[in-house]
């Protein structure tokens, strides 16, 4: 009997002459593009909030941000020139270390590392919002910058250490056609390798799910703030760390909650697939490479499409100009005019 196509996937050393580099090369294009231009936008607006407001940092919510597109950016860069090497030489991930499949190895665990990093930067984002919105003397008292120069690592850290389970033998990563793909086996034959792919299928979907219950708390603590502010007559201010105050209007929150909800449906559409296909492997013991390629493309788009939905819909007016307004005027930063009609 002729082996599995599918199977073969996993063996392969040499790519079909009839695949096209193209959408790798747009894709890794695209990639470079967005992130670059994200992080130079960030870094002009931290500019022009530090003329602003005179020695004060950036706040926690932006360095979150930064993280996240940094991160971003440094998987595209660590990822996808291995699959142009590929299409180059003609030669699968398997192929170029046939012996070991080192090449293979480490294409799957940093495809799955910043996948994992990404949307635990995404949830901490999130979470940063939900205790600002919803507990201001707590987040004032307890969460500053330095938090997230400690946060940030130890995601980072608990991420790659998920993610090395496989090389000491709990899971697997196998190559997937057309032979430029590495991943977890999504439906391995050894219970361990599968126990593992239902694993990290099930810590993307809990932060899915974190992720939106986090959203919703903020909406209805936002709901809230605007109908006291409409029976007070006056604009919430929160308390900040290092003993600063800043008044922050409902219309700068707002804003940082719909780029959260942008970036947070772009994850759900991107990660879901993934989720689905381990599920349903484990379900019914069936593989098939073309849909499990499919879940991983939908993985890989999530880093080109993350920065331009920042570039987007990133909360720029109100942050920037709100205390530029208020001295213009005369007002107090904070007040009515912070608005910036």
């Not at 790519?15 to 992080?39: E, K, Y």
């Not at 949830?123 to 997230?148: D, M, N, Q, W």
């Amino acid at each position: 009997m002729l082996p599995n196509h599918d199977d073969l996937c996993h063996d392969m050393q040499h790519i079909d002459p009839s695949n096209s580099p193209l959408t790798s090369a747009i894709m890794f294009g695209a990639g470079i593009f967005g992130n670059v231009a994200a992080l130079v936008i960030l870094e002009i607006r931290r500019r022009r909030q530090r003329k602003m407001d005179g020695n004060r940092k950036h706040a926690l919510f932006h360095v979150l941000i930064t993280a996240l597109v940094v991160t971003d950016l440094a998987g595209t860069c660590l990822v996808s020139p291995l699959v142009q090497l590929s299409y180059a030489q003609n030669t699968t991930l398997v192929g170029m270390s046939s012996e070991n499949r080192f090449v293979c190895s480490y294409f799957g665990l940093s495809m799955t590392f910043f996948s994992l990093a990404t949307l635990s930067l995404l949830f901490t984002t999130a979470l940063e919002r939900c205790l600002a919105i919803g507990y201001p003397y707590f987040y004032s008292r307890h969460v500053t910058r330095k938090c997230a120069y400690i946060t940030i690592p130890t995601v980072f850290m608990l991420s790659a250490l998920f993610c090395l389970l496989p090389l000491a033998g709990f899971g697997m990563y196998v190559q997937y056609c057309p032979g430029t793909w590495c991943f977890i086996d999504m439906n391995p034959a050894k219970t361990e390798d599968r126990v593992y792919a239902n694993l990290y299928a099930t810590v993307m979907l809990v932060l899915v799910l974190s992720i939106v219950a986090c959203n919703l708390f903020v909406v209805y603590q936002l709901f809230k703030m605007y109908q006291r502010r409409r029976r007070n007559g006056s604009v919430v201010v929160h308390m900040r760390p290092n003993s600063e105050r800043r008044a922050t209007t409902i219309a700068e929150e707002v804003d940082h909650l719909i780029l959260l909800v942008f970036m947070t449906i772009i994850f759900i559409i991107c990660t879901m697939p993934l989720v689905i296909r381990v599920y349903l492997n484990s379900i019914y013991r069936t593989e098939s490479h073309n849909m499990d390629l499919i879940a991983l493309l939908f993985l890989s788009f999530n880093s080109i499409i993350d920065p331009w939905v920042f570039i987007l819909l990133s909360p720029a007016s109100c942050t920037s100009a709100g205390p530029r307004c208020a001295r213009r005027r005369g007002e107090p930063p904070g007040g009515p005019s912070s608005n910036c009609p």
